[in-house]
Nanobody, 121 residues
Framework: QVQLVESGGGLVQAGGSLRLSCAAS????????MGWYRQAPGKQRELVAS???????NYADSVKGRFTISRDNAKNTVYLGMNSLKPEDTAVYYC???????????????WGQGTQVTVSS
């Protein structure tokens, strides 16, 4: 099976920085696009940033210039660097892999369980 495990969340003061990591485990051949989403209580889950297998990136307007998504294909890991954090960035952050290819099976829309990011003022 395939599992995504997020790490790096925590409590940080406004203006601070965090770096989230999401590692995929399993006998993986390749992973297509990966992304970071976030969800605050009472709100819809929203896309924060995405990155293709080739390294092309896309960001939500609210985080442009502050967040950086990157990946290490050799480690099957995607990262989200977060700078100049604001209280409105507080949410549970989830990583997602669009397609995870094993030798004889492909898993679509694989989600991690989430990591809490809290930004205090």
């Amino acid at each position: 099976q395939v599992q995504l495990v997020e790490s790096g969340g925590g409590l940080v003061q406004a203006g601070g920085s965090l770096r989230l990591s999401c590692a995929a485990s399993g006998s993986i051949v390749s992973i297509d696009a990966m992304g970071w989403y976030r969800q605050a209580p009472g709100k819809q889950r929203e896309l924060v940033a995405s990155i293709t297998s080739g390294g092309n990136t896309n960001y939500a307007d609210s985080v442009k210039g502050r967040f950086t998504i990157s990946r290490d294909n050799a480690k099957n890991t995607v990262y989200l660097g977060m700078n100049s954090l604001k209280p409105e960035d507080t949410a549970v952050y989830y990583c997602k892999a669009d397609s995870v290819r094993l030798i004889f099976r492909t898993y679509h829309d694989v989600w991690g369980q989430g990591t809490q990011v809290t930004v205090s003022s």
